[in-house]
């Protein structure tokens, strides 16, 4: 079955009180899948697991945010991030997450465990504007990778101009 990747410039929301919950293995690929992940994304559980997370990147999502998230819980850190996701049919929704590392009995790291809640507005109203900032040093660049580089460093400049010393300062001050 074919998915649609175009978009609907469709909203979709959760409720206040439901929690979507996945688990990946270390490359990033979907290992479980909750029934409000379901829901909310329109994809079934055979067409996420054995995916790759990354299935759910909006294109308005900018990379640099996830460059972030993956190098800070790969590094064994819990990490909070607002995302903007896409469902199956080209619907949005925001999300606010809360990543962590999955370690097995040895204290090997062997995958990756995500909470995901209905974001605050106004930490939304927050963020969008950050968000098209990167994106848009993104699209300018040469070539994808230089993007990446452009725009992760204007995010840490961003961060140190408005006066915290990490992202995650930053999202936890937003969020409260």
């Not at 079934?44 to 993956?70: D, N, Q, Y």
């Not at 929704?93 to 990543?99: E, R």
């Not at 995500?114 to 109203?125: G, M």
Request: some cysteine.
């Amino acid at each position: 079955m074919a998915i649609d990747r175009s978009l609907t410039n469709v909203e979709r929301t959760f409720q206040w009180d439901d929690v979507i919950v996945s688990k990946t293995d270390l490359t990033g690929k979907i290992t479980y899948a909750n029934d409000v992940f379901l829901g909310i994304s329109g994809y079934t559980e055979e067409e996420l697991l054995g995916a790759p997370h990354s299935i759910l990147r909006h294109p308005a999502m900018p990379r640099c945010v996830f460059k972030f998230l993956w190098d800070r819980i790969a590094d064994g850190h819990e990490v909070f991030a607002y995302v903007l996701n896409r469902a199956r049919n080209g619907d949005h929704y925001w999300v606010f997450a809360h990543v962590t590392p999955c370690y097995d009995q040895t204290g090997r790291m062997v995958g990756y465990h995500s909470n995901r809640r209905v974001p605050k507005p106004e930490a939304v109203a927050t963020v969008k504007p950050l968000y098209e900032t990167l994106l848009g040093i993104e699209n300018r660049a040469a070539d994808r990778k230089q993007g990446m580089e452009q725009s992760f460093a204007a995010l840490v400049r961003t961060i140190g101009d408005l006066g915290f010393d990490s992202y995650d300062r930053l999202i936890m001050t937003i969020s409260r």
